[in-house]
């Protein structure tokens, strides 16, 4: 005989959905961000409003990943260091990408706002743009990653694994 078990969701569920989605929402709005900022790169005043949109997703992606962070109970129970060492990865490529999408886009915005019709690529130029492009398929798998990780309940309560875990870090 097989039995069925409903589970209901709880609040904390229903707000954990809520900022995953968030997450989520984050990595696809930079995806979009990319592509239009390729097709509207003769618009400088669309280019820019796009970018600045860019910037502001990144910088909250950051501020959500740390506000989940701030929530678990390894960061309540003073383990900090269990999170930055779990995470680290994912915190060194977002920081790196943000830097590199910051210096791209002064650097194109810079050479292109007065030559509105010039094809303006350098060397450099080119160099940065393909690492920020590189960095961004490592942010969006890392950080996908990290905000699926981080909705496992595991993180939320006193659990064994928090116990090994804070065991094998003395």
Do not use: P
């Amino acid at each position: 005989m097989a039995e069925t078990y409903a589970t209901e969701l709880t609040q904390a569920d229903y707000c954990y959905m809520f900022v995953l989605i968030l997450q989520l929402l984050m990595i696809f709005t930079d995806i979009l961000c990319n592509c239009l900022s390729v097709l509207l790169g003769n618009q400088q005043v669309t280019l820019l409003i796009i970018l600045i949109i860019q910037d502001s997703c990144l910088i909250f992606s950051l501020i959500l990943l740390f506000l989940v962070f701030f929530n678990t109970y390894a960061f309540k129970a003073g383990l900090l260091g269990l999170l930055v060492k779990s995470f680290r990865g994912t915190i060194f490529i977002l920081l790196s990408y943000l830097i590199l999408t910051v210096t791209y886009q002064v650097w194109s915005l810079s050479l292109r706002w007065d030559h509105k019709d010039e094809y303006i690529w350098n060397d450099g130029l080119q160099a940065v743009y393909v690492f920020q492009k590189l960095f961004a398929v490592l942010h969006y798998y890392l950080y996908k990653r990290a905000a699926f990780t981080l909705s496992d309940s595991k993180y939320y309560h006193n659990s064994d694994w928090i116990k090994k875990q804070s065991r094998l870090s003395l």
